[in-house]
């Protein structure tokens, strides 16, 4: 009947609304069922359960067999770690996979089945659950004693699938990768020219001298590249030519000039092409994201045009404004966001509204939220209004972060004049006091402050915020230290008691207030713009630190498995690698490991007497094997172009695009001190973007797979 | 009379295009006296005399008294280098000040007095002038024997004021100055605070334990501040945090936030900000550039118009043709620029020039310089004709690639075959037969494209010009090796006769072989792309070049004199400090540098086993002399700040510049083959600059300190 027709129409423009907040796709089912299907699927909870599934699957890695998880890292030392009996793990898997068979059946459901077809995401979705789940029973039938997991290095996958900005920044590397594979394909030409050159310069000669430079670095093809590449790094500079520089000067032109040409240019020129392929590319997900927000409200639209109450007009179509509020009353969406639409509409005085009134209505969406702080309280008496005026001030706040330095300033003179004392020596009285002193003011400054401005003002800045809830943990621990250890008095060197001894207790106090110095950061302008900027930088990173999290899994894994063989004779130490990458994934370290790993002709007992890290022994362990030898190798280098070269490069480039935006943007108008504006990477190419043309929209609405518009 | 005063305009119309055609400031006197000795100081031969005097004070040091220039580096073999006399090296430097003050004055006069106050380049050359002098003098009164001569430290100088590039470069850097310092004060505050947080982390504890990282990094404020810059340059990372690693695990958050802040975030904001700051700089002086050409030709304009031959016009003012051409005739510029301007005043109908055609006249100075290749000889016969087109086709240059490619891998071959034999077993007829048959096909290649594209056009090429100059000297080798050793045959392994032994002649020839390969690079488009980036690149460097060999100039004589003291001991290998660091002015070096030097606490001996160069002697001395410790991390970190910091990144925000402009410029039109554009700085940004109006030119004009315009 019209009723239930119309009760779908209202449904299907809901959904629609909430596709375009979203950035969603409309090209889903639309009948009634599918979407309250739909809107369940993409439900709070349901999302939810989701990711915590992706998270435990991903964390069952640490627990799992060959696990390390314990407070030293020094083997010596260590207690044995904790290992699952067989099928534990398993179960949790099992678990995990229902739910992703579950979540892939409803997908595929939901976009229909010609459209499943063309979704190569969901086709490697369901090809990795199969593939999985095989491993799996394999696993089981084999009590778990088999070493290859294949489903393990697949894990990553399923973070990778369940967000589409992550998907997005993929196809984004994806495009770029033609012209870093030309740049590497150089970097490669470069590499290998050179190390013929190097071996005819530093070849064996016939008057049976020894040559130190090519014993220890150009004797055959393998090590000359490996040299070389090393080089690459800068991490064997100098030492792989000082033998042959000080047998002659003139052989550093040789390295100087594969150092300038390899390090200066071609490196350079990477950060270069990634910086402007990937600026076009980031745009263009943007604006296609702004494309799919416009489809979403113009299906909106045009499904409550064609609703029945709505008078036939044979020219244009119309949207009533009722059914609009009646929509607008049940979508889930930004309250303030819902407001000001509603506040629009209510504005409107015509009962009927165009297309593009519709789409104007949407686009306070499209705004930056604007923060309005709740006002101060007004005062009655006289004095009271001065000492708003006076505590209510810039120049109080400015008092406080004065008091903030000396108290640094302080601490930093007790360290230095107690670092060549003996910890027998050392008087605690004297920071105590000053601390105790300190702790008070900067309580007085807080009660103060809530008085001039208001609790809820007061808790509307985030600096206030942070410097609240230091100065309330600092008094907490202020009390604690007092309660346990009685007041500070000359001489005060109380013996261990408690959780923590007095000197602990100290330490904590004065680290927390080094902490707290932050709070000077929002009043230097430089120092704000560059924090801000960091911090933009970091919501926009999310997807790029998911691809890495995603490659190093992948790669931990791998390593793992690949060098399983080569580790076991020192006991379950297998995970302590992947988990020591993990801590280590800035490119900085890898650097590192790649030289120790190379240097073969050091002594083992030297560096272990150095290092006592367990990826010394893992790594000799694993040259003493040669038959990995070369694998390592490969597997490093792979390591270092993605993490150091390309992921650093690519984090180059964003950081370039954000703080250049921002830096105009700021040169355009001033920051005004009372508003706060949320920017998102949308929000930050605004200006740049193209408006989707009508005709464009309605194209793409044709096409869509299950939506039958009437004209 | 007029006939002066008509020629007196003529010459200084002359000089006025010759200012705008070396972006030369208009503003000297324009007397005829004046004008004769500004077109004589301004001619190639004093120019010439100026770089040369300039060079060789400069080279003074390579050859002054603590001199170093041996062969071998290593102290053990080396004999002492060549002292000159006390005298010697001071007559010539007298001669060098004498030129100088010549060229100070003729300057000084020619700008005039007025505008000598203004100008403090000029001040200052007098005042270094003074300052040299003087100590001049000291030194001889003392016969040589004082220890520091600060007029070494000002050297540099004089090639600075020489280069109007290099003093504009200077004061675009200059202008960034205030951005790099508040990144830099960020990254103070950012070291200070979380060495204070590590000094409270890794405190000595009072139960008495070694505390493995306090004792090793942490014991004071100084070696604090020096383990966390060192790892800021991460040099020192992970054996700085490898105790606390073994410790606990939770210890590494501390060092990883510490890298990712310092070393990710901030060093990199760096970038981004010397990237932004430094792009809008250098279009401004570009555009200055600009100005100053308009302002030329404006000016010789002017005073043509103001010749009593042109028949008055009270309207506008306007050049005869004949004048300009009398003009043209002297005034020294590209052939090829004098001929277009000719070719379009012929053209030209009317016998008067406004002075908008006049201006337009010159455009041809600011256009690329189109490079046609001579034609291709035309043959009669038909058999010659076939000839023609077979061996002037690409695919015979590609055939060409294909054979140098196949001689790269069976030199190759024979390398990784050879690698593990002893010298004597080697067998050279192999390599030496198969070289010679491919030296043959590249003369024959060589004779067939002369032969079809006729000798000029063949030359034309760079590409060929390249691949020829090799082919001839690897054929003049061959022939001297035939003559000395006689033909390959089995066996053929002589003994050392003439210069060089038959290995080395083989490997020459090798090396030349590999070298030639180079020549694939026209063919791959993208690698062209980037190589001409470079070769641009290196164009607009030479201003960027010439400030770093001024500062390490600077720094490395200040170097040889600080440590003077320390390193007497060691007889005269001070310079060797200076040309050592001279050597590796790369960046990467400086960091190993540094970290050998904060590695307080390695064995003397075993680095000496390793290294084995004098550096290490240089700075475990001065380790040893407590005194000088202080200076040198100073001298060190600024050099390091100088060198690794600002440098690198002005060195890159300039090859992102250049890229992404030629990127562009790529994709807006096809590069043509047979036209190659020569590209400088001021035509790279030829689309985004402002022309300047009539009205700044005019008012720019009635400034002039000497030209009194009629007007």
Redesign the interface.
Known sequence: GTGADNDLYINQAIVFIEDAIQYRSINHRVDSKSLWLYRWYYSRTCQWILSLTITIILALAFIEKPSSL?????VRYRLPAWNPPCGLTESIELLCFLVFMADVSVKSYLIGWEEFWKNKWLMAYILTLIVSLSDWIVSLSFFCTEGVRIRRILRPFFLLQNSSMMKKTLKSINSTLP?MA??LL?LA?HLS?FT??A???F????D?QPDKEWVGYF???PDSLTSLLVLLT?AN???VM??A??????Y?IFF?LF??LG???LM??L???I??QFRGYLLKSVQSSLFRRRLGIRAAFEVLSSLKETPANTQQSYVSIGALLRVLQKVEMDSRCKQAIMRSLKMCSCDQLSAAQFQKLFEELDKDAIKQHPPSPEYQSHFMQKMQFAFGHPYFGYLGNVVALAN?VS??VV??MD??KQ??ERDDFFLGAINCFFILYYLLEMLLKILAMGLKRYLSYPSNRFDGLLTVILLILEIATFAVYGFPHPGWRPEFMGLL?L?DMV?LV??LI?FR??RIIPNMK??AL?VT??LD?VKNLRAFAGILVVVFYAFAITGIMLFEGAVIPLGNIRLKFFIFIF??Q?S??I??VVVLYFKEKCDFMAFFD????EVIYCLFYLLSVNLICRWAKIYFVAWWLISSVIW?NL??AL??EN??HK?DRRCHREPLSDIEYQRTVELMFRDVLEEPTEEELMEKLHEHPHLQLCR
Request: glycine share 2%.
């Open positions: 314990t407070i030293t890292s020094d012209e030309s740049v150089l030409v020219l013929m050159f071996m005819l310069l070849a064996r000669t016939k049976g004797r055959n093809l800068t500079n100098p030492d000082i033998p520089y000080s047998k002659n000067r003139a550093s100087i150092t300038v390090n200066l240019f350079n020129l950060t270069a092409i910086y402007n640094i601490i930093c360290l230095v670092a060549d910890p027998s001894s000197w330490r004065n680290m080094v110095f932050l430089f120092m560059v900027t960091l930088l801590l280590f800035t900085f370290y650097k590192k150095c290092f006592q890290a650093v984090f180059v950081l370039l703080f250049i830096w």
